[in-house]
């Protein structure tokens, strides 16, 4: 894989799967936009890059609950002007909240929830579409879970947050079909070493499950310039593929 010349805004750089994707594109000769909420975090991500040789990155410190459509597009005009265009948007960043019963969830978490893993991602793509719009074969990826296909008890604001983002994705997906050339996937990475996995399971024995590292190497292979045009798919946690919009039945 060869991204050069590639400018790739990753979300949630700072930790987890996102870091491991900023730093595999950078080997990988990518232009890296790493945006995130800690500021110490994404300079970490940043001093691990230009260590490793590789391009450059930049630092965007966005806090995704407080952020206004003003500061996503202060954020398209920045990218726009700094490199000219973007080949992708990879969405990583997400908020797990609470694992209670509804009405024990507390209001002001559910928002937070909801605003981090749904709102923020619709704001920051519409800000971004038109970037991704004048590129020959763009990529967006949105980052789901399980819970987000078929949501489950006690799950709360993130499997609702999920669900929504996975609604959106298809909505988008028809939308842009006939229209761009953006091969538009929505990710499932499954158990991962993460933060959030351990705040979720705290019983559980990392050790058993992929690392960040491991899943991010399936981010790539769907950046990948040299693949083929795909249009729009859904990869499961075992890393299959498949076509996220069915033929819809209109009436």
């Known amino acids: 894989m060869d991204f050069e010349g590639k400018t790739i805004l990753v979300t949630g750089a700072g930790s987890g799967i996102g870091r491991a994707i900023a730093i595999q594109l950078a080997q990988h000769r990518a232009r890296v936009v790493l945006l995130g ?59 797990l ?36 719009r004048r590129e020959p074969h763009a990529r967006l990826i949105f980052t789901s879970s399980s819970v987000g296909e078929h949501p489950r008890a ?8 999920k ?10 997906a028809e939308e842009i079909a006939q229209t761009t050339s953006i091969d538009l996937t929505v990710v499932n990475p499954g158990a991962t070493q993460t933060a959030m996995r351990r705040q979720a399971y705290p019983a559980e024995n990392p050790r058993d499950l992929p690392t ?3 899943v991010a190497m399936r981010y790539l292979a769907l ?20 076509a996220l919009n069915e033929t819809p039945q209109h009436s």
Do not use: C
């Open 37 to 95: 909420r800690t500021v110490e975090k994404l300079e970490a991500v940043f001093d691990d890059i230009e260590k490793a040789g590789g391009p450059t990155p930049s630092i965007l410190p966005v806090d995704l609950e407080g952020a206004t459509s003003e500061d996503y597009q202060v954020i398209a005009s920045a990218i726009a002007n700094q490199f000219g265009g973007l080949y992708a948007l990879v969405h990583v960043a997400g908020e």
């Open 97 to 132: 909240g609470e694992r209670v019963p509804f009405d024990h969830y507390h209001e002001s978490t559910w928002q937070r929830v909801m605003r981090i893993n749904f709102e923020s991602t619709v704001s920051l793509t519409r800000a971004l579409l038109p970037l991704l």
């Open 154 to 161: 006690y799950w709360g604001a993130y499997a609702v947050s």
């Open 163 to 172: 669900y929504a983002l996975e609604g959106f994705a298809k909505l988008l």
């Open 212 to 214: 960040p590292d491991a």
């Open 223 to 242: 950046l990948d310039p040299g693949s083929q045009r795909q249009g729009a798919r859904r990869m499961n946690s075992d890393g299959s593929l498949i």
